[in-house]
């Protein structure tokens, strides 16, 4: 069965760094293009950036957009999102997802940025 | 960029009875080429990461109840849940993956009345 782990999730300091990870497993990794989404405390899911299933188009939110670097590593069967200059906004927690049409979720993981 | 609004914002209905939420995008999502619909449902339940319900706007996801019924093509899509069942309760979301940056309606909050 489809399995999608994220870890790398954490406090951090205004302007600093995080890299989020997602381990997928139960489907061929390298056919299926990837997201990530986040959910700020309480709000709405927010789509956040894509990438297609051999790292070839990349696409942004506007309010990452910049500051965020989605990647993947097919021989590892594992998405990234390197998240830089982190503000207050970007708290929430971030889900990767499976296909365009995010059929599977990770169960996600806590970025709170603290000022 | 596409903007999703969905309606209403909160919804309480009876069990057995029928549930309707409406997801409108501020442009159309139909694909001409493939006459496919970009638009997914997905569901939302404390504590739980979304899942998908219905994607091409009216194709349910494996597994999931034939109770749950999308329709809608270009601007306009319709979520019908036929008999609410107690399981229901949650948010829901529309979605559109026509064109980037992709984007979400702000959710439904279904309840039991």
């Known amino acids: 069965q489809v399995q999608l782990v994220e870890s790398g999730g954490g406090v951090v300091q205004r302007g600093g760094s995080l890299r989020l990870s997602c381990a997928a497993s139960g489907f061929t990794f390298n056919a299926y293009d990837m997201h990530w989404v986040r959910q700020a405390p309480g709000k709405g899911l927010e789509w956040v950036t894509f990438?297609?299933?051999?790292?070839?188009?990349?696409y942004y939110a506007d309010a990452v957009k910049g500051r965020f670097t989605i990647s993947r590593d097919n021989s590892k069967d594992t998405l990234f999102l390197q998240m830089d200059s982190l503000r207050a906004e970007d708290t929430a927690v971030y889900y990767c997802?499976?296909?365009?049409?995010?059929?599977?979720w990770g169960r996600g993981t806590l970025v709170t940025v603290s000022s | 960029d596409i903007v999703m609004t969905q309606s209403p914002d909160s919804l309480a209905v009876s069990l057995g009875e029928r549930a309707t939420i409406n997801c409108k995008s501020s442009?159309?999502?139909?694909?001409?080429?493939?006459?496919?619909?970009?638009l997914a449902w997905f569901q939302q339940k404390p504590g739980q990461p979304p899942n998908l319900l219905i994607y091409w706007a009216s194709t349910r996801e494996s597994g999931v109840p034939d109770r749950f019924t999308g329709s809608g093509s270009g601007t306009d899509f319709t979520l019908t849940i036929s008999s609410l069942q107690a399981e229901d309760v949650a948010v829901y979301y529309c979605?559109?993956?026509?064109?980037?940056?992709?984007?979400f309606g702000q959710g439904t909050k279904l309840e039991i009345k």
């Open positions: 442009q159309s999502v139909l694909y001409s080429s493939n006459n496919k619909n970009y």
């Open positions: 997802a499976k296909d365009l049409t995010l059929n599977s």
């Open positions: 979605q559109q993956y026509y064109s980037t940056p992709f984007s």
């Open positions: 990438i297609r299933y051999d790292g070839s188009n990349k």
